[in-house]
């Protein structure tokens, strides 16, 4: 069986002439949540859409899971960013999650008492069962995330992508989803999630990416979240370099 739930070699990803991700090669094994960091503009976004073939890559190989990814599409699951996603698309929120079967239905089959069944539980399991008939634009921003968990754990992937997940939720929220990714995790699943806030990576994370255009490092959080790296990817006036500098010198010494 192969161990890595993603290899990427060689991705090499442009916008017209500019290029946006350059000669990225990494290999992420199964069961681990990881972040993937870098200041704005450095490629994260398009990281996420070009190994999930919404991006077409200049050049690069993909696999998830040991095998080409349009061959495991239903086993990859994908929240986007809220900013990406039409809220005023008439739909409820139970029909949203209830897309995340789609893949298994087909679009001709219509969903069943049982895929309604699981709905709700997903939709339990994030606390939004009682908003199930509302329409997605009258949701929060929190609310909104959570559904787009909701309907990633209906498709019962191996592996989640999620892109700035925690961007506009509060803290209560941010804290419930991560301790449901971590028990996702303990199920062998692998969780990638686009992610900016440098102090909260070590209580977050196993495994990190750190992207500029090119990749900086990946890897364990004890190994590869280091002052060094995190100056290479954000660069030394980055304001949270000091602070995230300082926290990462505290877990490597043993105190937090
Ligand atoms: P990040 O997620 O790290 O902020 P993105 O992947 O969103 O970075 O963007 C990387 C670069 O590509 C940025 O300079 C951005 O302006 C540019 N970019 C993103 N999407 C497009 C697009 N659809 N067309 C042209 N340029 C884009």
Known sequence: ????????????????????????????????????????????????????????????MIEFLGRASSLVKSQV????????????????????????????LGFLN??????????????????????????IGELSGGQQQRLFVARALLQEAEILLLDEPFAGVDLTTEK???????????????????????????????????LNTRLVAAGPVSEVFTKENIASAFGKNHTLFEEAAFLSAKTSSGIL
């Open 1 to 60: 069986m192969n161990p890595f739930s993603l290899e990427v070699e060689d991705l090499n990803v442009n916008y017209g002439k500019t290029p946006v991700l350059w000669n990225v090669s990494l290999k992420v094994p199964k069961g681990v949540l990881v972040g993937i960091l870098g200041p704005n503009g450095a490629g994260k976004s398009t990281f996420l859409k070009s190994i999930l073939g919404l991006v077409k890559p200049m050049s690069g």
């Open 77 to 104: 699951a994908y929240v986007p960013q809220r900013g990406s996603v039409d809220w005023d698309f008439p739909i409820t929120a139970l029909e949203v999650v209830l897309m995340g079967r789609f893949g298994r």
């Open 110 to 135: 219509r969903p069943r008492k049982a895929d309604k069944e699981a709905a709700m539980r997903a939709l339990e399991l994030v606390g939004m069962s009682a908003f199930k008939d509302r329409q």
């Open 176 to 210: 419930a989803m991560i301790s449901l990714l971590k028990e996702w995790k303990k199920e062998g699943k692998t969780v990638f999630v686009v992610h900016h806030d440098l102090p909260t990576v070590s209580e977050y994370f196993d495994w990190v990416i750190l």
